[in-house]
């Protein structure tokens, strides 16, 4: 922003309107108590006037405070009689109504810039206390044998890192792919097609031994026919291409015969 | 138990604990009274300076804890090269200051003083659990009040509130006060007399 070709102007930051008050105040070496209105004002707005000039955005607060010091100034100069009845101001962070007033926020200001200044010093001496996981700032985990450390700066705390452990180690018993087979064990459902179509007397097609819409159930009803019509248990009939498959039962003194002929879809592994 | 092993205990208890321990907790460990547990932590204390090590028992946030010599800094931060937590701004530093002894402190109210609007800055204070909410004030909009947690004390190394510097200009609110509603000049009038109308309106249903 303050930036042109070659050309720096460091300007110090205010935090606030009373902040720059401050600054203009201790600059001119003078008690709050003892500053002149028209004298800080005059510097207050050329301070806001050099501010305008290199283009910084002025923040509203800023503006709200020449205002209140313009009528501080204005209010000076008037006989006091015209005073008595004050409008009311709008924005209450600015009820500033008289040069008093103005002054014993500013030192109460004053007072809490200090108690910051004390923190900001006892916020670097305790930075230089190193503790062995201080509330998330740095966690140390031992890794491997030989003593390394590493601190992972992601971890807020050492939950996290416990957390993270967790997720690791249950991420092998976690095998959700592995688990949906499981529920269709190929023998199971060669048991339960064998049993379906004893029951039944008659052939029946593929379909209707899939009883979910689980692609694995399907695919394991495909493999336990496969597996029967191979050791002839049953006898597989497809009438075309993409056709519905019918399934049926081979007679118990045909499954020991060599191969049945017929329009048979089963393979076993040709 | 004899008197050195009671100080080994608290040593291994402080070594283990990534939070300050209270005396009260150390009396519960060895069975002896808090004023007890205090003067063998302070033993402990006193042993750990004057046998040369690199660590120290200190006194924060209402508690003890153990942490690293503050001159062996300079070699640590070679070990732990990455300064993690970054320094707070000082307009979170002024924040701060306000609401540890204004609290509990609404918005309105630190912004008065800091004549800056701060919503952002507590909100990250909040955030990073140095400060919280900690009720509402009774009155329009029932605003929220904001007080400082015991990781203030802890990131600042502070035993207690009453370790803060004194305010020259005035005398500061008693801290567990509810109502906090000081009578200085930089509550605005208007406010008050709404809330005064307020509470008047309420007592009367």
Known sequence: ?270 | MEREQQKMVIEALLFLTEEPVTVKKIGQVLSVSPEEAESLVCELKENLSLSGRGIQVFETAGGYQMGTLPELAPHLEKAFSEDVSSNLSTAALEVLAIVAYKQPVTRVEVESIRGVRCEHVLDNLVKRKLIKISGRKEGPGRPRLYSTTADFLKYFGLKDLSELPELELESRPSEETGETLSRDAEIPAGVEQIKYDFENQNGDH
């Open chain 1, 1 to 270: 922003m303050a930036q042109q070709e070659g050309y720096t102007i460091k300007l110090p930051t205010f935090e606030g309107p009373f902040d720059l008050l401050f600054h203009l105040i201790k600059k001119a070496e003078v008690d709050i108590w003892s500053v002149s209105i028209a004298e800080i004002t005059e510097q207050y707005l050329a301070y806001l006037q050099s501010m305008r000039e290199l283009n910084l955005d002025i923040a509203s607060e800023f503006l709200v405070m020449a205002a209140t010091l313009l009528r501080l100034k204005s209010k000076l100069l008037l006989p006091r009689s015209n005073l008595i009845n004050e409008e009311e101001t709008e924005d209450e962070l600015f009820e500033i109504n008289t040069a008093e007033e103005l002054f014993q926020r500013l030192e109460e200001y004053r007072n809490f810039k200090e108690v910051a200044q004390y923190l900001r010093e006892k916020e670097e001496e305790q930075k230089k206390i190193f503790l062995r996981s201080t509330g998330g700032q740095k966690v140390m985990v031992l890794t491997g044998q030989e003593s390394v450390y590493t601190i992972w700066e992601g971890a807020q705390h050492l939950s996290d890192i416990m957390q993270r452990f967790s997720e690791v180690a249950s991420a092998k018993e976690y095998t959700p792919a592995f688990s949906a087979v499981e529920d269709f064990v190929i023998a199971d459902k060669a048991d339960y097609i064998e049993s379906t179509l004893q029951e039944k007397q008659r052939p029946m097609p593929m379909k209707s031994f899939v009883n979910g819409d689980s692609l694995w159930e399907i695919i394991v009803v495909f493999i336990a026919l496969l597996e029967m019509a191979r050791q002839k248990r049953v006898d597989l009939l497809q009438e075309c291409h993409f056709g519905p498959i019918l399934v049926s039962l081979k007679p118990k003194e045909e499954q020991h015969e060599e191969v049945n002929v017929g329009e048979r879809t089963a393979e076993n592994g040709h």
